[in-house]
């Protein structure tokens, strides 16, 4: 097993000269290289923060308000239909090539949305820049699955829980001032100087070995796979709003989804080079890994869209401040990952951290769930500050430990098909927590203000700022309750999911971490491939 996988990275067998002088290389080399990789995650994760604050200004020069949603759609759509492919063909063809063409159509994508005329062309433009961010996030995780053993794994995951937490307070702040101060063009345009030092970092110091891969692309495959997701991230988008959950049209694009991923399946168990290889899910603990990052995209995701509006809505924070507020919960994710991954790295153990990040997960979104017109920001940051450290516990483990059930070659799906089903996760979590919300919001509304009520929020369960200031008094109380109510059932509905991280966890076998102590000749101490710094 070792001379396999020696081989299949393009190394020497473990006692040669080459492998014994690696480790010696590794630690200055890596943590080079993860300075690049972080930028080109950066570049993943603020996109969609920063846009989305300047939003609104580019409604007011483009118009076409009513193609809104699909500016985020588009993007949407093609990050999740790319996401499976980029990890296949970086195990198919090199993974340095992948990531840096994924960077390419990223910023070329960027360029043409920065000079966008119309909606439509946004639109487009965005479809074609959610193609390669779909290959920047499994890009740095596989890169790094590559390049750092999983037992060494844990000490980077501090680096990859700030860059996540930065991106998540620092994108609407960057956001709105980009956009007061020099147009909304720069949200796409800030991308290029990002791109390019991460382009040229990364080309002058990732070296990994080299592939060639006669073998067909899986064409029919990718074609199913990207027909059974697109129709389940649209039934999640426009279920609810553009259209009720029992339309017709809904009901076509279950259908047609059902029909393509079964379809993808048994192409997958024919397929020469199946795009994803379905025996990867042999493995119960990454069966249990790919479970654990649904459910958790499913309330992270729920949890950072609402809080903002309770607290907005409910305790009177403005929109830069309401980002500020999230702090509690951003930061004890940080540490908690960091203390998570030295653990980890230091005794080789880690199934205590999806148990314990699923009890304070489903804990901390009880607790958010009690959360009224009264709660101070203080009690709701304490709360804020428990699905933190949850969250901290889960988010870096799970990718660690799903690239730890597969062979060296299956590493880029592994880490597609992870990233994919948090993607997943969160386009559920959005849909499902948004309908009981808006659902709770307008029942509320009507209760306690009547036919005003309902005509409030006849078009929209969430008002911006200024449409909550134009309110009168007893309206705008009236609404302070409804979204306490709102808020109430979608954390209740998050705390009830997230128990099944807890029921997951319990299964998880602790196999040993590759890379780490083991006996001479265990198939585990193959060595991984490493970069050198030029």
Known sequence: MADTQAAETGQEKPGAPAAAEAPQKEPKSVRVVMLALMVAMMLAMLDNMIVGTAMPTIVGELGGLEHLSWVVTAYTLATAAATPLWGKLGDMYGRKGAFMTSIVIFLVGSALSG??????????FRAIQGLGAGGLMVGVMAIIGDLVPPRERGKYQGMMAGVMALAMIGGPLVGGTITDNWGWRWAFYINLPLGVVALAAVSAVLHLPKKRNKTRIDYLGAGLLTLGITSIVLVTTWGGSQYAWTSARIMELIAIGVVALIGFVFWQT??????????????????????????????MFGATLFLPLYQQSVQGASATNSGLLLLPMLGAMLVTSMVAGRVTTNTGRYKVFPLVGGVLLAVGLYLLSTMDTDTTRFISGVYMAVVGLGMGCLMQITMLVAQNSVEMKDMGVASSSTTLFRTLGSSFGVAIMGAIFN???KGVMSERAGSLGS???EQSAQLDA???????????????HAVSAGTHSAFLLGAVIAVAVVVAAVFVKEVPLRGGPQKTGSDEAAPLPVVEAV
């Not at 080079?273 to 459910?295: A, D, K, Q, W, Y």
């Not at 200024?466 to 302070?480: D, G, H, I, V």
């Open 115 to 124: 000079m966008a005329q119309d909606m439509g062309q946004l639109i487009g």
């Open 270 to 299: 024919k397929a020469a080079e199946p795009v994803l290889p379905l025996h990867i899910f042999r493995s119960l603990n990454f069966t249990l890994m790919s479970v654990i990052g649904f459910i958790v995209g499913f309330v």
């Open 439 to 441: 659902d709770r919001v």
């Open 455 to 457: 005509k409030i929020t």
């Open 466 to 480: 200024k449409s909550l200031a134009k309110l009168p008094a007893a309206a705008r109380e009236a609404y302070q």
